[in-house]
């Protein structure tokens, strides 16, 4: 088997104050799969995140992408791995919705015609093409974080983490975040989903994880795992109201 996206190894954080937020976690990624890590507010989602990307160090423990330790790749990982945050707003800079895309890749030396034909091609494929010269406080919530994506793809990245990306958007907003999300699986993307509103995706993703007070409690096939949720957990089965996993996501409900 090849080898792994990322593999982390008896992961700790703790506070100053003594408070233990991630918890001898154990994991691995690989590239082209598409996995939910569901948890309740709290339960250590974000800070995983973050510390994927080298925003947050560990108290103990190894991340290592590509099979070498993060902090030897951190450029190569700021790169390749793209966040969406909860608040897509945070990440927008750009005066217009080109002028957003296109900030990555001048940065990384794009420049004149090669700049442009790139910016169009994202714009497209992301459907924002007819907000090119929009101000992005313009846009819907949905829109933005396309956005948000867009900027991420425009700089060649391979990997997309989103947290909460259903967080405070209507439903034409919710629909078009799934499609963005069934859209980069289709291309072979690895997409990270962190959510706890497993009934607007579940039937998307390969795999699905459970964080629980900075704990990983499972992790596995979807149907597996949901076969052994605990009501502490604070997630809700979303077979209660869908006949399968599968069936599991707003875009075919």
Not at 69 to 91: K, N, Y
Not at 101 to 130: C, H, M, T, W, Y
Not at 143 to 166: H, N, Q, Y
Not at 196 to 223: F, N, Q, S, T, V
Request: overall charge neutral; hydrophobic content about 40%; proline content about 5%.
């Amino acid at each position: 088997m090849s080898e792994p996206l990322y593999c982390i190894e008896k992961l700790w954080k703790r506070f100053p104050d003594g408070t233990e937020a991630l918890k001898d976690i154990n994991l691995e990624l690989r590239d082209g799969t598409c996995t939910i890590i569901a948890g309740s507010n709290g339960s250590g989602k974000t800070l995983l995140m973050k510390s994927l990307v080298g925003l947050v160090d560990p108290s103990e423990g190894i991340i290592r992408y590509r099979g070498k330790p993060l902090r030897e790749v951190i450029t190569e990982v700021r790169q390749s791995v793209g966040l969406v945050f909860q608040d897509a707003d945070a990440q927008i800079i750009g005066e217009t919705v080109a002028d957003d895309v296109a900030f990555g890749p001048k940065n990384l030396g794009l420049r004149g015609s090669e700049l442009s034909f790139q910016v169009d091609e994202i714009l497209k494929s992301l459907e924002l093409i007819s907000k090119k010269e929009a101000p992005p406080r313009r846009l819907s919530g949905g829109e933005k974080r396309r956005l948000a994506v867009a900027g991420i793809l425009a700089m060649g990245c391979s990997t997309v983490i989103m947290d909460e990306p259903f967080a405070n958007l209507d439903y034409p907003g919710i629909i078009q975040v799934l499609t963005l999300i069934m859209h980069l699986k289709q291309e072979g993307k690895t997409v990270l989903v962190l959510t706890h509103e497993l009934e607007k995706m579940l039937g998307l993703a390969d795999r699905l994880i459970i964080l629980h007070k900075g704990y990983i409690c499972d992790d596995g096939d979807p149907e597996k795992v949901l076969n052994r949720l605990k009501p502490e957990y604070g997630i809700r089965d979303p077979r209660q109201t869908y006949r399968s996993v599968k069936d599991c996501t707003w875009l075919i409900a």
